[in-house]
């Protein structure tokens, strides 16, 4: 039995009081017990910003990597270690602007990450610049006269890049968080979780009672099915008065992409012996240039 | 006329996409089968087809550690290769060539060179039934001229074309004969270069990129993620080619810093992992590699150099990535920086690497170039040791040592070596998060000055320990001489060739071929040079970037510099050439 308290760290958070970050380390952590899975069972992979701050204030296996960079190395600890949850937790620079790139790759190749993007559409940690998911006309001390960028969807493009699992949920609802965290755990492949939150630093715009009465979940809607990838993308345009949540888009049809990878069959790389080998098998390789 | 046996160099010139690399390679075995030495050099273009490509193949009976630049017989696919190689040829040597190939046999016998037309085409036509076989009958022709015993070609005809069954065999072995007859009546008598086979112990022939796989794959490799780049690809595949049957997994990332990233997540839950490159991709690797020095991850790059800056050229060769490797990343932290020279070192450099990147839990950089990435040359099979690959994983703690650990896990214990024992992710005890930003014992994130000063003393400890583990430089030639070369990497080849040459023409001339390259072994380096007179630094690149670094770590001044950077491979020839230079200048 898997406590929340086994995942406790003797390190206080330095977010803001009332970051939302603060709602999505306490779901993150809920999941994780509440899946079962103990600290040692999973390799919680971050960036660099506040988000990706969240292993060091979390009892479990984590490795702080590079800004954008989480994804690859998430994905090199999985091909390492398949018996490892792993869990990416990175913020909407680090996903969508550095690492967008990365997270199309993961998404195409169904590689099992759970990927939590902590989305606040604003630069915290360097003090309030647009990001990637900022509104147009965002006035921000890198778009002193607006920006002129539309946002990116990042729901589209991953539904668009092959993703086959697609969910939206934000940091002023932990229930509902943990619970679409807890799916994703459990899916099979790539798993994206835009995760909307408050920056009450340099977006007082968009607070707690900016999202509230917005977000919509559509699994609570009559006859809204995940499984339809055309719906998904449908609501997946819709950003605004209504913001949609909950499990968009889920496949489990699609075999990840460490169980199609034969060396691994023989269980993790990481705790496969060295050289099982047969002698025919050395003297293959020397027969090759001989 | 004079004959001389089995020294000589053949050249095989052609369109990409004619089979001037196959043959070369078939060749080569077939000789290394005969009891013969050989070293080809491949030269080609950035283009899948046309352009002009070639296959020197050198042949002796001694070893040979580098091609050389003259040449006493072309073997022309095109008519281009006839020009593009004429220079090259010596009075006496010859040209084979289709017979319908355009050549002006008259500006051959004017530089006293025969023509050696034959029916190439046709006898792969008439006897062997598809003109496919063309290139089986220009080797068999060169065995003709040069009368070679076909016994070793046909053996490896067979083996490279038994999957393709019994008929293209035969078809195969049909045309080598006939133009082995027909060249060797034509010919044979005239043409003064013969080799003769002799009795072959069991030799390999493989270039640096697979001596370097074999070895990586003896020691533990597990995990290699790349993005083609030439001329490190072939490492890439070669993983790809024997994952299924040794248990490798690659990854063919979407970009090299996706690639650095990949091998170190795998590196922190504990595989031994690599990503082999050339400069270009190395800059984009770059970006992670101090992510690696500062959490202690080990991993294995393997950079293949070729010019710069930018694209550069993309199939030479050049020795311009040394400073850049030593310096790469912003701030300071400990890698290691291993420099093989020749198959041997490339084998062992494999599996040294590993062990050097878990023992010292820090990035390993091995540097190799095209010119030895793809060069291919015979070595005794003894020479690769499988028998002596060790994998060190250095202080990795155990299941047991876990399970009786009183306290937290500390990932960065501060020890007197610099060292901190390592757990693998998947114990309840060895749960750590370490972060990139500096951080405490525990890897949590912590700005505090002293901590800082402690933990850089702690990670630039273990060079102290490593450089226990770096070789000095290898001596070449005798320990006196009035001539001291100082080389790395792949210049050891030519410059053994350039010694020996200097030493047989009354001169005393050695050598100091430093192959361990960071942390820099300057006492031994010291040592070495303590007795000698005259230092000239032989290097592929502007700059002498290596004598620069000497100064930098001894303060010893090597201002002789033969130095080559039009992304040609150093010759024997043109040390020979500059060190004359130097005599009169």
Partial sequence: MVDVKDYQSPVRPTWCPGCGNFGIWNAVKRALAGAGVAPHEVMIVSGIGCGSKLPDYTRANGFMSLHGRTVPVATGVKLANHGLKVLCTHGDGDAYAEGLGHMLHAARRNIGLVDLVQNNRIYGLTKGQYSPTSDHGRVSKTSPEGAIEDPVNPLALALAAGATFVARSWSGDIPHLSAVIARALQHRGYALIDVLQPCVTFDKGHDYDYYRPRVVNVNEEPGYDPADRVAAFARAQEFGERIPIGILYQTEDCPAYEEQVSELKAGPLAQQPFRVWSEDDYEALRREYG | ?585
């Fill in chain 2, 1 to 585: 006329m004079t004959v001389t046996v089995n020294d000589m160099a053949l050249v095989i010139g052609g369109e990409a996409g004619q089979g001037v690399e196959s043959s070369g390679e078939g060749l080569a075995l077939a000789l290394a089968r005969g009891g013969l030495r050989v070293f080809v050099l491949f030269d080609y273009h950035s283009r899948i087809r046309g352009g002009h490509n070639f296959a020197q193949v050198r042949i002796s009976e001694r070893a040979l550690g580098s091609h050389s630049e003259p040449a006493q017989l072309v073997l022309a696919l095109t008519a281009e290769a006839v020009h593009r190689h004429l220079d090259q040829l010596v009075p006496g040597g010859g040209v084979l060539y289709d017979d319908r190939l355009p050549v002006d046999a008259g500006v051959l016998t004017a530089r006293e060179i025969d023509a050696f037309p034959l029916p190439l085409l046709q006898i792969a036509r008439e006897v062997g039934g598809d003109e496919v076989m063309a290139n089986t009958a220009a080797l068999g022709a060169f065995a003709g001229v040069v009368e070679l015993d076909l016994a070793p070609l046909l053996s490896v005809i067979e083996d490279n074309f038994r999957s393709k069954g019994p008929a293209v065999v035969e078809g195969n072995r049909k045309v080598l004969q006939a133009a082995h007859a027909l060249a060797r009546e034509r010919y044979g008598s005239g043409f003064p270069w013969k080799l003769q086979v002799r009795p072959a112990g069991e030799r390999l022939v493989l270039n640096g990129n697979q001596a370097f796989g074999l070895g990586a794959l003896l020691g533990g490799c597990r995990f290699v993620a790349g993005y083609p780049m030439t001329p490190a690809s072939p490492v890439l595949e070669w993983m790809a080619a024997h994952g299924a049957r040794y248990g490798v997994v690659t990854k063919h990332a979407e970009d090299e810093i996706a690639a650095a990233c990949m091998i170190i997540g795998a590196g922190q839950a504990g595989v031994r992992a690599l990503a082999p490159t050339s400069g270009g991709g190395f800059s984009l690797m770059v970006e992670a590699l101090g992510l690696a020095g500062m959490n202690e991850v080990p991993i294995v790059i393997y950079e293949g150099q070729r010019p710069g800056p930018s694209t550069g050229q993309a199939t030479r060769t050049e020795q311009g990535d040394l400073q850049f490797l030593l310096h790469a990343s912003q701030g300071e932290f400990p890698r290691i920086v291993l420099a093989p020279g020749t198959i041997e070192e490339s084998f062992t450099a494999g599996w040294r690497a590993f062990n050097l990147a878990e023992r010292y839990q820090c990035p390993v950089l091995v540097l190799s170039d095209h010119y030895l990435a793809s060069s291919l040359r015979d070595v005794d099979a003894e020479a690769l040791d499988f028998g002596a690959v060790r994998i060190d994983r250095g202080e990795l703690l155990t299941e047991a040592e876990l399970d009786a650990l009183q306290g937290e896990y500390k990932r960065f214990a501060l020890t007197e070596s610099g060292i901190s024992p390592r757990a693998l992710p998947g114990h309840p005890k060895a749960v750590a998060a370490p972060s990139s930003d500096e951080h405490d014992e525990y890897g949590r994130i912590l700005e505090d000055a002293d901590n800082r000063r402690r933990m850089m003393d702690k990670r630039m400890r273990k060079l102290q320990a490593a450089l226990g583990e770096m070789e000095g430089p290898i001596r070449y030639g005798p320990e006196q001489a009035e001539l001291t070369f100082i080389g790395w990497g792949s210049t050891y080849g030519p410059l053994c060739e350039a010694v020996d040459r200097l030493n047989a023409g009354g001169e005393r001339a050695n050598m100091l071929h430093i192959h361990d390259v960071w942390p820099f072994p300057a006492a031994a380096l010291e040592d070495a040079l303590a007795g000698a007179r005259t230092t000239i630094a032989v290097e592929s690149n502007y700059s002498g970037q290596m004598a620069d670094l000497i100064r930098t770590a001894t303060g010893h001044h090597v201002a002789r510099r033969i130095l080559k950077y039009d992304g040609r491979p150093l010759s024997p020839e043109y040390i020979l050439a500059h060190v004359e230079g130097m005599h009169h200048g």
